[in-house]
């Protein structure tokens, strides 16, 4: 079994390499990881505020001492209200990623299953994801459900 820890402002490093294998995957963007360092600053920061919105949950890697197999990250957002959830806590995962020879171990499942654990514990009723095809899976394994969503986007 796969031990799951949170992530710590040491691991950022870890953390940025393994978003940018997922970014990699999905996107045809910018394959540069110039941004690394300045994303570095407020990422340590951000994973070493335990009791914040934000959190990562990562496996060490099994064969690579100080590499991460896995990262799972995701953040608890406050909506107004409705009926079937009027605390308005929504979960959203927005990251999740698995290094290329770590893959098919159950490292995702393990930080998956943490990382819902931990929205429950923050009064979270509803989460949210985007699913590559590879990934869905997985997520309706867990019981997520395909939702038609009228997203739109404005870049400032």
């Known amino acids: 079994m796969s031990v799951v820890r949170r992530a710590?402002?040491?691991?950022?490093?870890?953390?940025?390499?393994?978003?940018?294998?997922?970014?990699?995957?999905?996107f045809a963007s910018d394959p540069s990881v110039a941004w690394h360092g300045d994303s570095l600053p407020t990422l340590r920061?951000?994973?070493?505020?335990?009791?914040?919105?934000?959190t990562a949950f990562v496996v060490d890697h099994p064969e690579r001492?100080?590499?991460?197999?896995?990262?799972?990250?995701?953040?608890?957002?406050?909506?107004?209200?409705?009926?079937?959830?009027?605390?308005?806590?929504?979960?959203?995962?927005?990251?999740?990623?698995t290094d290329p020879d770590a893959r098919r171990r159950g490292y995702a499942r393990a930080c998956?299953?943490?990382?819902?654990?931990?929205?429950?514990?923050?009064?979270?009723?509803?989460v949210q994801l985007t699913a590559s095809p590879e990934a869905e899976p997985l997520y309706?394994?867990?019981?997520?459900?395909?939702?038609?969503?009228?997203?739109?986007e404005l870049a400032l």
């Open 65 to 97: 001492p100080g590499a991460l197999a896995c990262l799972v990250a995701g953040t608890i957002d406050y909506r107004i209200g409705k009926a079937a959830e009027p605390q308005g806590m929504v979960g959203f995962v927005f990251s999740v990623a």
């Open 45 to 54: 920061a951000r994973l070493g505020e335990p009791d914040g919105e934000f």
């Open 8 to 26: 710590l402002p040491e691991d950022a490093e870890e953390v940025l390499r393994l978003r940018q294998i997922m970014i990699d995957s999905l």
């Open 140 to 152: 309706v394994s867990l019981g997520f459900r395909p939702k038609p969503d009228p997203l739109l």
């Open 112 to 126: 998956m299953t943490t990382l819902l654990e931990w929205f429950r514990e923050r009064g979270a009723r509803r």
